[in-house]
């Protein structure tokens, strides 16, 4: 809109810079506050502008920001109101009085809006915050494992002490009970025979509750299944060689893991497995099934065997000399 077409409107062109503002901002339908929001200039301000009472404004520069958004606000040109406010500002006789307190000091076109400044504050308090993380925790700089320095202390993350859970006790007798044909020697630590024997299918053996440091040979301990009450303890052996010497007490098997070897089924027309009792050491040849296995002999023991058989056979008669040649 010209200044030639708000003179046709208003009938006579208005004397002043305000007066032609306000005849432009009528001509729009605008109010004076839809004016102040579009150019964030106090009402009050532009108030003054348009009654002429520019002494009202701190001084012209600020008089001039004003008005320019102003006129740009109504569609004018804000060159040509900004150089008119400052004639009718320096006018001899016109009057200016300075502002101590003022709301706005700028041209408010230029100026930050609303959401700018907020998200500005946004802004600064987060980086704020963050500061105060970094320096006081230190939860942003991957800090060392295990404590975190927290002002001048030192925290430590406690470590809990392992777990140890004891071996079960063993309670109860102990009890060979023979899987197969297997040949076994048990005797104490005295070196008594306690059993010395072959066990068939389904025979048991219940070690004596006061044998002093019991112990076992036996040829095939993977055919020997031991339980102490009612703990199923692992086989001795997988047979691939007979064992001598192992210690068989409750207190000795307890460190034992415990297996799942399956009871010991009986051969087809056995009989009801027997409990066997504590059979002492019988003479050599009373019973073959009870004789040493050569795998438990020891070298002495050979020994005093050959030397027995020697004197009981007699002594080999010398070689005959083949006669000489006549």
Request: overall charge neutral.
């Amino acid at each position: 809109m010209s200044d030639g077409d708000l003179g046709e409107m208003a009938g006579a062109k208005p004397a002043t810079v305000g007066q032609r503002l306000r005849a432009a901002r009528e001509a729009q339908g605008l109010s004076l506050p839809e004016v102040a929001t579009r150019t964030r200039v106090t009402q009050r301000f532009l108030e003054a502008i348009e009654n002429g009472r520019l002494e009202d404004l701190p001084s012209s520069t600020y008089a001039v920001g004003f008005a320019k958004a102003y006129a740009r606000a109504v569609g004018m040109d804000q060159v040509v109101i900004g150089r008119e406010i400052r004639e009718e500002m320096n006018a001899p006789g016109a009057v200016q009085r300075q502002h101590h307190h003022v709301q706005e000091i700028a041209d408010p076109a230029r100026g930050p809006s609303r959401t700018v400044v907020i998200v500005a504050l946004g802004l600064a308090l987060a980086v704020l915050i963050l500061a105060l993380l970094w320096f006081a925790t230190g939860v942003f700089r991957g800090g060392d494992s295990g404590s975190e320095a927290i002002g001048n202390a030192q925290v430590t993350a406690a470590v809990p002490a392992p777990t140890v859970v004891p071996t079960p006790a063993a309670n109860g007798p102990v009890v060979l009970t023979a899987a197969d044909d297997v040949w076994l020697r048990v005797y104490d630590a005295a070196d008594k025979t306690l059993f010395i024997g072959t066990m068939k299918p389904g025979e048991r053996f219940e070690v004596p509750a006061n044998a002093n440091d019991p112990k076992i040979n036996v040829g095939r301990p993977d055919k020997l299944r031991i339980t102490v009450g009612d703990r199923v303890i692992a086989p001795l052996g997988d047979g691939s060689r007979p064992l001598k010497d192992i210690g068989i007490s409750a207190t000795a098997l307890a460190g034992r893991a415990t297996g799942a070897a399956p009871s010991p089924t009986p051969s087809a027309g056995a009989s009801t497995p027997v409990v066997s009792r504590a059979v002492p050491a019988r003479a050599a040849g009373q019973r073959r099934s009870n004789a040493l296995p050569p795998a438990f002999a020891s070298p002495a023991a050979d020994d005093a065997a050959a030397a027995n058989r020697a004197a009981t056979q007699g002594a080999a008669p010398a070689a005959t000399a083949t006669p000489a040649a006549q």
